[in-house]
DNA sequence: AGATTGACTAACC
DNA sequence: AGGTTAGCCAATC
């Protein structure tokens, strides 16, 4: 059982770079990683599963490297991913006929 | 202390 | 287009 604890020092650098990325724009876990000098996505994804303040810290902007939604509330399909869709919309997130999010909507951190 | 687990990704078939 | 694989790395068994 996972118990209640303090965000890791690596939780917290993650959860602080969200609040950089604009309203109505996304980033993905590689570029988050790339920015943060993570080279495992899988890691960001990792912190971001275990975002216990969601959807407070907007973790809810981060999606995968192809623009497609990505996973949400710990799963990657079904109501969250849902949830997850309607939240980036209400934003202004614009998606494309395949699904995918437009790549204008990307959100590119400076150095 | 070692193995397992992922909201990932690029590179292959 | 879809599947498999190897590499990645923090957190959690």
Do not use: W
């Amino acid at each position: 059982m996972e118990l209640e604890r303090p965000p890791t020092e690596f939780e917290r650098k993650v959860f602080d770079a969200l609040h950089l990325i604009p309203r109505g724009m996304v980033t993905t876990y590689g570029m988050l990683g790339h920015y943060l000098s993570c080279s495992s996505a899988q890691a960001i994804g990792q912190a971001l599963r275990r975002n216990r303040f969601a959807p407070d810290t907007p973790c809810h902007r981060v999606v995968k490297s192809d623009l497609s939604i990505g996973g949400f509330a710990g799963q990657n399909g079904g109501d969250p991913i849902e949830r997850k869709r309607r939240l980036l919309e209400a934003e202004g997130i614009t998606f494309l006929e395949n699904g995918s999010i437009d790549p204008a909507c990307c959100f590119h951190f400076d150095e």
